[in-house]
């Protein structure tokens, strides 16, 4: 009789362990992490405008590289950075970047648009440089990178 209780309270045991830990597991790959900051820049200059056309060569991305890493959950994540010049003659209190991995055909594979100036600095002042970077998770491990891309696709002048 002792036997078949002590073997009751460690299936018990066992079954609410097992649920506990899915539950947390659960928990930990469902939870959207932090909250992430506007992907929009208000008030912008875009594409389609003069003045985009206009400032659109003065505000440069060089040195885009990017660097990958492997999540236990099986995917890739990517963090495309390049350097940020600005040569508009204007400080810049808003800067929107657009990155993106592609396929060999120039299809994006994960692509992504981030409000670098004013969330990773307040403001980028004439002729001054900074480091911008966009995230890019969930990229299947079967997927063919073949490049990155990172342009502006809007900007905001200190007014």
């Known amino acids: ?6 073997r009751t309270i460690f299936i018990v045991v066992g079954i609410l362990g097992a649920v506990i830990v899915a539950g947390l597991i659960y928990a930990f790959y469902s939870r959207s992490g932090p909250p992430q900051p506007s992907t929009q820049l208000p008030n912008a200059i875009r594409a389609g405008s003069p003045e985009f056309e206009r400032y659109r060569d003065r505000i440069r991305l060089d040195s885009v590289e990017a660097f990958e890493s492997t999540r236990a959950l099986g995917d890739i994540v990517m963090t495309l950075q390049c ?12 800067l929107e970047v657009y990155g993106a991995v592609v396929d060999p055909n120039g299809k994006p594979i994960k692509e992504r648009t981030v409000v670098v100036i004013p969330n990773q600095k307040p403001e980028l002042a004439n002729n001054e440089t900074m480091q ?10 079967d997927a063919v990178r073949a490049n990155i891309k990172m342009e502006v696709v809007g900007f905001r002048f200190k007014r």
């Open 132 to 141: 911008a970077r966009i995230l890019l998770e969930g990229i299947s491990k």
């Open 83 to 94: 350097t940020v010049r600005n040569f508009t003659g204007q400080t810049l209190d808003g």
């Open 1 to 6: 009789m002792a036997d078949i209780s002590r």
